[in-house]
């Protein structure tokens, strides 16, 4: 990894910084809603910034654990980077000194890295004689999980109004499936509609010597979740990106007692918003074979994040940053997956983009994300926190 950039290289003098916060954000790691440490880190870095604005805390950034970091320099437009900060519930199985220290958390999806390279890019952006603007540096609580109310972390942030002065927003995401030297991004639906289903399927239960005089919802769901596996492969098209996968099945407590009810919970994955209603509509007519087969069903489907929308524009910015600051390389125009990523909803709200940056490891196995051997290449740090405040430069200078 090559560059003679300025940004690029101010960065790659910052790489042992880099290193001690991501690491200590990786043996520190708290989960969604709980990130009151990790906050209070990002905080007091950030407060070391001459010039830098503090936002945190609900009142002022919409989430108990937010903080929003303000740089005015000039009169020109205002753009956004943005940072997730939450961890996962997995036990890290990576024998390394930093490891967590935190039983059955772990930061398994980089999150740790992205604080890591906002903190890097807000240094690097203070620092910059050539700022015509304001930048705003969201490090947001909760994009892994929902609450009670089924929400994650982007929509609180952006109904307390973190976006209303924001023209544009810019994010990256580490990425396991590739290592260091190639870049994703992709204009367009990039990323999945992520929604959630959960359904009972009833019958009246019975003796498990004498199944002819009860009916059988165990059996009834053998023939649902056929025709759950025929939605994405028969009736939907092979090429509309599309999966529901079943991840949860409850029934029953004896050996010889036929239940009279089983539960089912997972997950529906669509790029478009006709494709999402489709899924919808041909799930209710899965579950209704129950009931030609003498039960009845109950289902309830939560809509989650909407699918990652990368605006041309935004993406255009990317794709010339980084071949400004680092030419050699190699950008893959391709969506990221049917995962899901609730910048979608800042996406959906603004104009913005968000890039897949190779972090992995030549040896794959178990380094998926959410994976307990999860890991990067931390190299790639200096190279994501250029990345980032040279979007934001870039956009200030020719908005």
């Not at 396991?176 to 992520?194: D, F, I």
Request: net charge negative.
């Amino acid at each position: 990894m090559h560059s003679d950039h300025a940004l690029f290289k101010k960065a790659l003098s910052m790489q042992s910084q880099l290193s001690e916060w991501r690491r200590y954000l990786h043996r520190y790691p708290e989960l969604s809603f709980r990130e009151k440490k990790t906050s209070d880190f990002v905080q007091r870095e950030l407060e070391k910034i001459p010039g830098m604005e503090i936002f945190s805390g609900q009142q002022e950034t919409g989430m108990e654990t937010g903080v929003v970091g303000r740089l005015r320099k000039g009169e020109g437009p205002v753009t956004a980077l943005r940072a997730d900060m939450d961890a996962l519930p997995i036990e890290e199985e990576n024998q390394i000194y930093y490891k967590s220290e935190h039983h059955g958390v772990m930061h398994a999806c980089g999150h740790d890295a992205h604080t890591t390279m906002l903190l890097g890019a807000a240094h690097l952006l203070a620092d910059d004689e050539h700022v015509n603007g304001t930048i705003k540096f969201i490090f947001q609580p909760a994009e892994e999980m929902t609450n009670e109310e089924g929400l994650s972390g982007a929509p609180y942030m952006i109904q307390h109004g973190i976006l209303d002065d924001v023209s544009i927003a810019f994010a990256l995401h580490m990425d396991p499936e590739y290592t260091p030297g190639t870049v994703r991004l992709h204009a367009g639906a990039s990323m999945a509609n992520v929604d959630t289903f959960e359904a009972k399927i009833k019958g009246t239960g019975g003796h498990g010597a004498y199944p002819h005089l009860g009916t059988d919802p165990v059996w009834m769901l053998s023939f649902v979740i056929q025709a759950i596996q025929g939605i994405c492969s028969r009736r939907t098209s092979p090429l509309v990106p599309a999966v529901i996968s079943i991840g949860e099945v409850k029934a029953g407590s004896s050996t010889n007692v036929i239940p009279d009810h089983v539960t089912v919970q997972g997950t529906m994955r669509s790029y478009d918003k006709d494709t999402r209603r489709h899924l919808e509509t041909e799930l209710q007519q899965a579950f209704s074979i129950a009931e030609s087969l003498g039960g009845s069903y109950e289902l309830n489907i939560e809509k989650g994040e909407p699918a990652l929308y990368n605006h041309p524009e935004a993406v255009k910015i990317l794709a010339k940053t980084i071949n400004e600051i680092l030419p050699d390389f190699s950008v893959r125009n391709e969506p990221y997956g049917l995962g899901g990523e609730d910048f979608g909803y800042m996406a959906d709200t603004i104009p913005a983009a968000m890039l897949f940056l190779g972090a992995g490891f030549s040896e794959k196995e178990n380094r998926g994300l959410h994976m307990p051997r999860f890991d990067i290449q931390e190299e790639m740090l200096p190279a994501g926190a250029s990345l980032l405040a040279g979007a934001a430069l870039h956009y200030l200078r020719n908005a």
